[in-house]
């Protein structure tokens, strides 16, 4: 493979798993908003279940994003951990 289809296949991949993080946040939000609102407990059981299957494949996709560079995340600043500790232990 030349180096113009290896760009371009990385590029493609890189856009594929941005794609399908964008939906598997959008889908963890309805089945959430679904488990919560269920009267039957046994949907509202089985909605909790692919909840956490799609939370799980979500996390998938996040941690090959970030280990191939194409989703970074800054860590925080000790500081504003601190501060933000201090808020919600006053509460």
């Known amino acids: 493979m030349n180096t113009t289809s290896q760009a ?5 991949d890189q856009q594929i798993l941005q794609d399908s993080l964008i939906c598997e ?48 995340v800054e860590p925080a600043e000790q500081q504003k951990i601190q501060q933000a500790r201090q808020k919600f232990q006053a509460s």
Do not use: P
Request: charge should be negative; aromatic fraction near 12%.
């Open 8 to 12: 371009t296949s990385t590029y493609a």
């Open 25 to 72: 946040k959008h889908m963890t939000d309805s089945y959430n908003l679904y488990a919560g609102e269920c009267v039957n407990e046994q949907l509202r059981t089985t909605m909790l279940d692919i909840l956490n299957d799609v939370h799980t494949i979500q996390s998938k996709i996040f941690s090959t994003m970030q280990s191939n560079g194409w989703y970074q």
